[in-house]
């Protein structure tokens, strides 16, 4: 009679573990998933002027965006996130046959000869086909960052300590020209602002 009980006490303990292991999985599968956690299989849907992009997982702890019609060719290779000269990221495979890096920017843009890819707004992790474009070094250059050495915050203005003034230069063809002394730095950087306006185009980066 005793070893019944015992077995009954035994078989009301598993039911009642079970029936607490199955609510717990509900209430964790119930849950609102992290945008910020990405594994391989996430697919993270962004709309934006009505265009769709889906973000690709990098090491690091880093993503990339993509537009939605190039995200399942991309998708086929692991990418890694690889540090720029420039302290950000960009994203890169392994190409084990020819044994070379390759961009995915490049990827995307059909690795045109002789030129290089542009990101027009810096940022080498958003690679949409609406920011990315095939271009000559020079001009690669010329859609470049200040360099932080400057003694500005503003680029192609720096202290010029002789005169006591902001000195404001541009490089146009491997050439540096002078475009003036100014006293204020904000209309340094306006001055520059419109020789790179004249001289680079659509590539000028500009401060304002």
Not at 37 to 44: A, D, E, K, M, W
Not at 175 to 187: S, V
């Amino acid at each position: 009679m005793k070893k019944k009980i015992d077995i009954l006490i035994l078989l009301i303990m598993i039911s009642i573990v079970l029936t607490v292991q199955t609510k717990s999985e509900s209430y964790i599968n119930s849950l609102p998933k992290s945008p910020f956690v990405l594994s391989r299989q996430t697919v993270c849907v962004i709309k934006e002027d009505d265009i769709m992009s889906k973000r690709i997982p990098l090491t690091q702890g880093q993503f990339t965006i993509v537009d939605d019609n190039m995200y399942d060719y991309l998708n086929q290779w692991k990418w890694h996130a690889a540090k720029t000269t420039c302290g950000g990221y960009r994203a890169v495979r392994s190409d084990n046959i020819n044994n070379k890096c390759v961009l995915m920017s490049r990827e995307i843009m059909g690795f045109p000869k002789r030129k290089v890819v542009d990101h027009i707004d810096h940022n080498m992790l958003n690679n949409q086909g609406s920011n990315i474009r095939a271009c000559s070094y020079s001009q690669n250059n010329q859609n470049r960052l200040k360099i932080k050495l400057c003694s500005s915050k503003y680029k192609g203005v720096c202290w010029h300590k002789h005169s006591n003034k902001w000195q404001v230069k541009i490089t146009v063809n491997k050439k540096r020209i002078q475009i003036g002394l100014y006293t204020d730095a904000i209309e340094g950087a306006k001055a520059y602002d419109k020789k790179a306006k004249k001289y680079f185009g659509e590539f000028a980066c500009l401060n304002f």
